[in-house]
C-alpha cells in the first residue's frame, strides 16, 4: 500500500496541473462573485482655506475614520475628481460649517455627511470645554482634553447590548457562501478524477498483475481512497488557507473548527466517485457524466445559491440526497451560526452514512463485474 501511495504522489509532482487548476478556478470564482469579504474604504477628498482646521481636533476625528478616507487637496483637484467622477462627494470644511459637493447620488453620501457632523460635534465639545474649565496656557488645555478622553473611554455606566434572532432565521454572507460553495463544487472534480486510474488500471489489466504480486486488494483500493483524500484535503487547506491569510477572510474564529469538519464531506465525495467508477465501463462515460453530477449537485445542494430560497418541494427532497447540501450545511453551521458540535452531529452523521454505504456498494458493483 505504501508502495501505491508513494508512486500517486511521484505522479501529483510530475503532474500537478489538474490541481493547480481546479484550486485557481476555486479561488477565482470566490473572489469574483464573493468579494474579498474585507471592507473597503472610500475616498473622499476634502479642502480647507483655513489651515488650522487641518491641525484641529476636526481633522484628526476624520482621518481615524474607519469607512471613509479622506484625503487633503486644494479646491480645483477635489472638484476634478467629482465631476470625473473619482469621488463620490467632496468636503470643504471651514470653521464652524461646512460645504458637501456631490457627484453621485448614494447612499453613502448621507453617511460621509454624518461622519462630517460627527467631527464637528467633537471639535465644538471640546472647545465649549475648554471655555468653560478658564484654561489659558497650552498644557492647562491638553491636561483638560486628556481628562476628557479619559472620561470618555472610561465612562462611570456601560451600557452592554445584546441582538437576537429566531431558530429559524436565515444568516446570508456573499463571501462565505461564494468561498464554500464553489471549494464544495471544485473538490468533487480533484477527488473524481484522483479516482479514475482505478478504472483504467482495471480496464488494462494492471490490476490483474497487482493482484499476483504480494499487494493485496484491498490495499489497492485504500491507498486509491486515501491518496484521492489527501490530495482533494489539501485543495481545500490552500484555498481557505488563502483566503484566511492572505484576502483577510475572518471565518469568525472558528477556522480550526472549519478546516477539520469539511473531512466528513470530503469522505462522502470519495465515495461517490468510487460507486460512479464501479458502473461506469470506460473513460468516455466518466468524463461526460461526472460534470453533469456535479453540476447537479451544486445547483441542488445550495453552492450557487442559498438554499433556503429554493421553493420547490421535489428540489428540496433530492437536496436531502445531496452529501454538498450537508456539507454546507456544516460549515455555514460553524462559521455563520457558531454551532457546536452537538449541533452539527446530525449533518456530519449523514455525511459519514453517505460515505460508508456508497464505499460499500462501489466496491461490491467493481467486483462483480469484470471492466
Request: charge should be negative; glycine fraction near 6%; proline fraction near 3%.
Amino acid at each position: 500500500m505504501n508502495g501505491i501511495l508513494l508512486a500517486k504522489f511521484r505522479i501529483f509532482i510530475r503532474n500537478p496541473w489538474s490541481f493547480i487548476i481546479f484550486t485557481v478556478m476555486s479561488i477565482g470564482f470566490a473572489l469574483i462573485i464573493g468579494g474579498s469579504g474585507s471592507a473597503t474604504s472610500i475616498s473622499v477628498p476634502i479642502n480647507t482655506a483655513d489651515n488650522s482646521i487641518k491641525e484641529s481636533t476636526l481633522a484628526n476625528v476624520l482621518t481615524e475614520d474607519e469607512a471613509f478616507r479622506f484625503n487633503w487637496m486644494n479646491k480645483d483637484e477635489l472638484q476634478e475628481q467629482v465631476e470625473n467622477g473619482k469621488a463620490e462627494a467632496g468636503v470643504i470644511l471651514r470653521e464652524n460649517s461646512y460645504q458637501l459637493i456631490v457627484g453621485v447620488e448614494s447612499p453613502n453620501i448621507s453617511m460621509i455627511e454624518q461622519a462630517i457632523q460627527r467631527a464637528y460635534t467633537k471639535r465644538n465639545q471640546e472647545v465649549a470645554l475648554l471655555k468653560a474649565s478658564g484654561a489659558e496656557t497650552e498644557e492647562e488645555k491638553k491636561a483638560i482634553l486628556n481628562d476628557f478622553e479619559n472620561a470618555m473611554n472610561n465612562p462611570a455606566y456601560e451600557v452592554e447590548t445584546t441582538n437576537f434572532q429566531s431558530e429559524d432565521a436565515v444568516v446570508y454572507d456573499n463571501t462565505f457562501q461564494s468561498l464554500f460553495g464553489f471549494t464544495l463544487f471544485f473538490v468533487i472534480y480533484t477527488i473524481a478524477y484522483n479516482l479514475l486510474p482505478i478504472l483504467v488500471e482495471k480496464r488494462d489489466g494492471v490490476w490483474d498483475r497487482m493482484i499476483l504480486s504480494p499487494v493485496k486488494k484491498w490495499e489497492m483500493y485504500v491507498a486509491n481512497l486515501i491518496y484521492s483524500f489527501i490530495e482533494g484535503y489539501v485543495q481545500v487547506l490552500v484555498i481557505f488557507c488563502i483566503f484566511r491569510y492572505w484576502v483577510g477572510v475572518d471565518f469568525q474564529g472558528r477556522f480550526l473548527e472549519t478546516v477539520l469538519l469539511i473531512i466528513p464531506y470530503l469522505f462522502s465525495i470519495v465515495a461517490l466517485s468510487i460507486l460512479i467508477i464501479s458502473v461506469l465501463k470506460n473513460v468516455q462515460q466518466f468524463n461526460a457524466l461526472i460534470p453533469i453530477i456535479a453540476v447537479s449537485m451544486a445547483m441542488i445542494g445550495g453552492a450557487y445559491w442559498p438554499i433556503e430560497i429554493v421553493k420547490s418541494e421535489v428540489l428540496i427532497t433530492l437536496s436531502k440526497l445531496n452529501p454538498l447540501t450537508y456539507g454546507m450545511e456544516v460549515l455555514q453551521g460553524v462559521v455563520l451560526y457558531q454551532y457546536s458540535f452537538d449541533e452539527l452531529l446530525f449533518p456530519i452523521s449523514i455525511l459519514v452514512l453517505m460515505g460508508v454505504v456508497m464505499i460499500g456498494l462501489g466496491i461490491h458493483f467493481m467486483e462483480r463485474r469484470h471492466v
